[in-house]
């Protein structure tokens, strides 16, 4: 999953991209409000995260101009500000959650977990395809019952193969989703990681990952 990060303190920025990554997100960030918009406003985002307070536009316009495009995104808002009638007004605004600093990453991370639980983010709660069960929810991969351990990031990717199921998934798409904008698009961690999949999802005359030359990925069922 990837979420967008919009902060101007370095410090939280740091820890937070930290946190999340180590637990299989991919993770932009910006240090004001107009490139956490533009970022908003280009890529698809599983949760932004916001700032109240931001150079050059507020958590509050960059609200007001996400839903203005009809985006759905769940927006988080982290803030100083305690009052009832602020946490009210960002709530009308479009904000899906409002988190007072300081906060415990044990409730921040409650918190995204709640969001992208919800039903708008059109997420099945367990992902089946042939003898494989996921609950991405509880990090949790399994074949014909038995569990299958994978690194956070083979797990994201085996995820957004499995609910894009059927359809070849081209590399950018694949970088966009599973891994963050830092990420450099012509190294092949993309191979790995697929090579690695199929080392423990796939058994013998029985692919299931297949790949397209100059395409893309696609996790299928061929009889």
Same mark, same amino acid.
């Given at each position: 999953?990837?979420?967008?990060?919009?902060? /101007? $303190?370095?410090e939280?920025?740091?820890?937070?991209?930290?946190?999340?990554? !180590?637990?299989?997100?991919?993770?932009?960030?910006?240090?004001?409000?107009?490139?956490?918009?533009?970022?908003?406003?280009?890529?698809?985002?599983?949760?932004?995260?916001?700032?109240?307070?931001?150079p050059?536009?507020?958590?509050?316009?960059?609200?007001? !101009?996400?839903?203005?495009?009809?985006? !759905?995104?769940?927006?988080?808002?982290?803030?100083?500000?305690?009052?009832?009638?602020?946490?009210?007004?960002l709530?009308?605004?479009?904000? $899906? /959650?409002?988190?007072?600093?300081?906060?415990?990453?044990?409730?921040?991370?409650?918190?995204?977990?709640?969001?992208?639980?919800?039903?708008?983010?059109?997420?099945?709660? @367990?992902?089946?395809?042939?003898?494989?069960?996921?609950?991405?929810?509880?990090?949790?991969? *399994?074949?014909?019952?038995?569990?299958? !351990?994978?690194?956070?990031?083979?797990?994201?990717?085996?995820?957004?193969?499995?609910?894009?199921?059927?359809?070849?998934?081209?590399?950018?798409?694949?970088?966009e989703?599973?891994? $963050?904008?830092?990420? /450099?698009?012509?190294?092949?961690?993309?191979?790995?990681?697929?090579?690695?999949?199929?080392?423990?999802?796939?058994?013998?005359?029985?692919?299931?990952?297949? *790949?397209?030359?100059?395409?893309?990925?696609?996790?299928? @069922?061929?009889k």
């Amino acid at each position: 999953m990837r979420l967008l990060l919009i902060e /101007d $303190d370095k410090e939280i920025i740091h820890l937070l991209s930290i946190a999340l990554k !180590s637990l299989g997100f991919a993770v932009d960030t910006a240090e004001n409000g107009e490139n956490g918009l533009n970022l908003a406003l280009i890529n698809h985002y599983d949760l932004i995260i916001t700032d109240y307070n931001l150079p050059i536009l507020s958590g509050r316009e960059i609200i007001e !101009s996400v839903r203005s495009e009809n985006q !759905s995104t769940p927006i988080l808002v982290l803030s100083i500000r305690s009052e009832i009638s602020d946490r009210v007004e960002l709530l009308n605004l479009g904000a $899906d /959650d409002y988190l007072t600093k300081p906060f415990t990453l044990s409730e921040l991370l409650a918190r995204i977990k709640a969001l992208l639980r919800r039903p708008q983010n059109l997420k099945t709660t @367990i992902l089946k395809i042939g003898d494989l069960e996921m609950q991405p929810e509880r990090f949790l991969l *399994t074949k014909n019952g038995q569990r299958i !351990s994978l690194p956070s990031k083979e797990f994201s990717l085996l995820q957004y193969l499995i609910e894009n199921k059927g359809e070849i998934m081209s590399r950018q798409k694949i970088m966009e989703h599973v891994w $963050d904008e830092e990420a /450099d698009p012509f190294s092949n961690a993309i191979e790995v990681h697929i090579m690695n999949l199929r080392k423990k999802i796939e058994t013998k005359n029985k692919p299931m990952i297949f *790949t397209y030359p100059n395409r893309g990925y696609k996790i299928d @069922i061929e009889k």
